[in-house]
């Protein structure tokens, strides 16, 4: 498979990754986000939404699994 169609799924949505050890990415800001979810904590920044306005300018694999976790 070229390195231009590799994907991972998470929450039932594709994720394009460029490589294949971009899976354990994909899996650790999911469960980073998860764990930000459950506990409600947000720091620094003042709020979700701040938070994730923030995250969502980074672009790439952070905003990916955002959207696959229906945040954005």
């Known amino acids: ?21 971009d899976r354990l990415v994909v899996d ?9 979810l459950a506990e409600n904590d947000w720091r620094p920044y003042g709020s979700q939404a701040d938070a ?7 672009g790439g694999i952070r905003m990916d ?3 696959a976790l229906d945040l954005l």
């Open 1 to 21: 498979m070229p390195e231009s169609e590799l994907t991972h799924e998470l929450n039932g949505k594709p994720i394009r990754i460029s490589v294949p050890s």
């Open 28 to 36: 650790r800001v999911a469960r980073h986000m998860q764990r930000r």
């Open 52 to 58: 994730l306005q923030a995250w969502a300018r980074l």
């Open 65 to 67: 699994v955002l959207r």
